[in-house]
Each structure stands twice: as C-alpha cells, then as structure tokens.
T-cell receptor, first 113, second 114 residues
Framework: DQQVKQNSPSLSVQEGRISILNCDYT??????FLWYKKYPAEGPTFLIS?????DKNEDGRFTVFLNKSAKHLSLHIVPSQPGDSAVYFC????????????FGTGTRLKVLA | DVKVTQSSRYLVKRTGEKVFLECVQD?????MFWYRQDPGLGLRLIYF???????EKGDIPEGYSVSREKKERFSLILESASTNQTSMYLC?????????????FGQGTRLTVV
C-alpha cells in the first residue's frame, strides 16, 4: 500500500508563474514531511521540510503547506524558473519513530521558458 | 557539508552474479538507508540501519542483504543478481540528533543486470 502518494506524474508551468506540487499521505502517525528535488543521474537533494506542528514553512521561492486534517501537503514554487525543471519527491517520516523516510512516486516538473 | 559517496556511478553485471554496492558517509550519521528508484514507482526502501550491525527490512528486501560493520559504511548485496534488479540504487544517511532531520543522498548507482 502506498502510504505517500503523488497523483500527478508530470506538470508543465510557464517561467515566472507559480508551480504547485501536491502530495497525500495515509498514515496519521507521520509527523515530519520533506520535499526533495532530483535531476537525472543524480541523487535527490533536500529542498524544504515541515513539522506536523506547523502548517506552513517558507524558504525563499519555496513554500510548503501542510493540511493535517486532509493529510495533504503541497509545495509552491514562486516564481518558477527553468532550472527548477526536475523530478520532485515528497517524503514522510515519524521523527519519534524509526526514522525511515517513505517517499512518493514523484512529479516531473517542466518549467517552460 | 555532508557527503555520501557511492562506490560506482554505473555497473553492468551478469545474471546470477553476486553484486556489492558500497556507500560511505562522512558525517558520523547513525542512520543509513538503501533505496531503489524505478520509473513510476518512486523511491522504495530496501533496507535501513540505525546503528552498527543493526538492520531492518524496508518495503522490498527480497533478493537483497546488507552489511554495516562500521558506522560510516553501509553495503547492499545482491546475492544472485536478476534482470528485475536493474535499477538506480540510492544510498542515504541521516542523524538521530534532533527530532526533525533530513536524509542526505549519494549520487546513485545505475545497475544494469544482463
């Protein structure tokens, strides 16, 4: 069973506009959520995270929103740039649990110049 | 800067061979992980280790084993490689210090089994 789901396999956005990537989870025990960015033939790099005690975390052009009641998080990128074109993975963890990270299937973002 | 290094970027092995994938981290992290990435399936956890000589199965451990004899090194072993183990393998590490901490990944090993 897929505990972390990214239902959109791909997304295309015009440069300068907002990119919104979505992620849903099923396990209410998750209390720490992360977004990673991955370029082809490279390992994922950490982008931004959010603890379950917050509903928003911002870092420059990147903002993550968490809706615990809906078990949903989203990543907003504003403004989108061509260099943001990559695969984005969301991940969830139980910070007070076994420390393992469960990843979604990824969303491929293409930012059009 | 955290560095997670995987021994090979690309590997080609024959069916039935025993394959070793090595991973070393230099930040004294307690936790280490092996994932595989396949199109449409995302990153799936194979095994993880939260201490030396300790290991736990992830979601897809069949056909794999691991070894962690030293804190900085975590090895993934394919006992008898099969074509369905052709994949991108990713090693990661994280610290136990603090409750909210991210995992740091290596550059990946693209394994092809022929």
């Amino acid at each position: 069973d897929q505990q972390v789901k990214q239902n959109s396999p791909s997304l295309s956005v015009q440069e300068g506009r907002i990119s919104i990537l979505n992620c849903d989870y099923t396990n209410s025990m998750f209390d720490y959520f992360l977004w990673y960015k991955k370029y082809p033939a490279e390992g994922p790099t950490f982008l931004i995270s959010i603890s379950s005690i917050k509903d928003k975390n911002e870092d420059g052009r990147f903002t993550v929103f968490l809706n615990k009641s809906a078990k949903h998080l989203s990543l907003h990128i504003v403004p989108s740039q061509p260099g943001d074109s990559a695969v984005y993975f969301c991940a969830a963890s139980r910070a007070r649990g076994t420390y393992k990270y469960i990843f979604g299937t990824g969303t491929r973002l293409k930012v059009l110049a | 800067d955290v560095k997670v290094t995987q021994s090979s970027r690309y590997l080609v092995k024959r069916t039935g061979e025993k394959v070793f994938l090595e991973c070393v981290q230099d930040m004294d992290h307690e936790n280490m992980f092996w994932y595989r990435q396949d199109p449409g399936l995302g990153l799936r956890l194979i095994y993880f280790s939260y201490d030396v000589k300790m290991k736990e199965k992830g979601d897809i451990p069949e056909g794999y084993s691991v070894s962690r004899e030293k804190k900085e090194r975590f090895s993934l072993i394919l006992e008898s490689a099969s074509t369905n183990q052709t994949s991108m393998y990713l090693c990661a590490s994280s610290s136990k210090q603090g409750l909210d901490t991210e995992a740091f990944f290596g550059q990946g090993t693209r394994l092809t089994v022929v």
